[in-house]
Nanobody, 126 residues
Framework: VLLVESGGGLVQPGGSLRLSCAAS????????MGWFRQAPGKEREFVAA????????YLAESLKGRLIISRDNAKNTVYLEMNSLKPEDTALYYC????????????????????WGQGTQVTVSS
C-alpha cells in the first residue's frame, strides 16, 4: 500500500488549496479514505473522511463549511479542497486508508485507519 499526498504549500490567509492523495497497492474503490492533520506540538486530528463509494462524507465540526472531500475511483485518488484558510490550519496533512472494506460509515479515530501517507505541508501565513 502506498499513499502519496501532494498539493500543499504556502498560502495567504483566506486562500484555498486542493490536496490530492494518490493511492496504490490495494483496491482503492473498496475502501473509505480519511484526511488528518498534525500541527507542531499537537496531536494528529481528524479532518475529513469519505466512504468507499463517495456517497458518505464526514468533516470535522470545526472545519465544516470550509472543506470538501471527494474521490475519483477511476484515478485512485482522494482530494481535500480547503477554502478560507486560516493560520491555525497550518499543519502536516496526511491521508489514510480505512481499515475495513465497504464500511457504510467512516470513523474519526486514527485507530480505524491502517495505512498512512507521508504527509503534505500546508502553511497559512501572510
Amino acid at each position: 500500500v502506498l499513499l502519496v499526498e501532494s498539493g500543499g504549500g504556502l498560502v495567504q490567509p483566506g486562500g484555498s488549496l486542493r490536496l490530492s492523495c494518490a493511492a496504490s497497492g490495494f483496491t482503492f474503490s473498496n475502501y473509505g479514505m480519511g484526511w488528518f492533520r498534525q500541527a507542531p506540538g499537537k496531536e494528529r486530528e481528524f479532518v475529513a473522511a469519505i466512504t468507499w463509494s463517495g456517497t458518505g462524507t464526514y468533516l470535522a465540526e470545526s472545519l465544516k463549511g470550509r472543506l470538501i472531500i471527494s474521490r475519483d475511483n477511476a484515478k485512485n485518488t482522494v482530494y481535500l479542497e480547503m477554502n478560507s484558510l486560516k493560520p491555525e490550519d497550518t499543519a502536516l496533512y496526511y491521508c489514510a486508508k480505512g481499515e475495513a472494506a465497504y464500511r457504510r460509515y467512516m470513523s474519526r479515530s486514527k485507530k480505524d485507519y491502517d495505512y498512512w501517507g507521508q504527509g503534505t505541508q500546508v502553511t497559512v501565513s501572510s
